[in-house]
């Protein structure tokens, strides 16, 4: 089984709005990825956590909160938006950080307005 | 930072022909994977490959790691209407412990459509 699970599957806040978005996996993978997806093109890495401690974060901006509960949970905290972070939120894990396969899951699809 | 070029951007073919698609870069990776992705999904992983040279299939699919390391191909056969999709390489490098550790580089994709 290489399945990634995401909640919700569509979001739509306002920009004084926090929210969460959710990912799991029971694959037993040790690392978890976040990324933003803008339509038709490729996916961009935000963040990387490796046996829950955060390994990566590509100069996100702080309204982007991640948090690794356990080894199976991904979060990813949302506060003070902005209409240009409207995108497709994917998660992905891998066995461990480094040159494994990565499984996404089927996104959050995030409007702010 | 690095880069992949992939090629083509899109292509519009009929059902029962053969595709091919490709990706350069001007860096060395360590691993090649392929994805792909339909409308409002997430990528779906098709095919990895993990060393120099490699052909691996997966059904209709094949996939090459250029001798190289810095290109790879992806052919699909006698295509069908549910082949339609974004098609992603991506590469890694193995760089234990440095910035680029864990992270794919992706190429701009190609989006096929297939003409019943």
């Known amino acids: 089984d290489t399945e990634v699970t995401q909640t919700p599957k569509h979001l739509v806040m306002g920009m004084t709005n926090k929210k969460s978005l959710k990912c799991e996996q029971h694959m037993g993978h040790r690392a978890m990825y976040w990324y933003k997806q803008k339509a038709k093109k490729p996916p961009e890495l935000m963040f990387v956590y490796s046996y829950e401690k955060l390994s990566i974060n590509e100069s996100v901006p702080s309204r982007f909160s991640p948090e690794c509960p356990n080894s199976s949970l991904l979060n990813l905290h949302l506060h003070a938006l902005q209409p240009e972070d409207s995108a497709l939120y994917l998660c992905?894990?891998?066995?461990?950080?480094?040159?494994?396969?990565?499984?996404f899951g089927p996104g959050t699809r995030l409007t702010v307005t | 930072g690095q880069q992949l070029n992939q090629s083509p951007q899109s292509m519009f073919i009929q059902e029962g022909e053969d595709v091919s698609m490709n990706c350069t870069s001007s860096?060395?990776?360590?691993?090649w994977l392929w994805y792909k992705q339909d409308p409002g999904e997430g990528p779906v992983l098709l095919i990895a490959?993990?060393?120099?040279?490699e052909l691996t299939s997966n059904g209709r699919l094949t996939a090459q790691f250029g001798i190289t390391r810095k290109d790879s191909f992806l052919n699909i056969s006698a295509s069908i209407p549910s082949d339609v999709g974004i098609y992603f390489c991506a590469g890694q490098l193995f760089d234990a412990g440095g910035t680029s550790y864990g992270k794919l580089t992706f190429g701009q994709g190609t989006i096929l459509t297939v003409h019943p």
């Open positions: 860096s060395i990776f360590n691993t």
């Open positions: 490959l993990y060393k120099a040279g």
């Open positions: 992905a894990s891998s066995q461990a950080q480094g040159s494994y396969e990565q499984y």
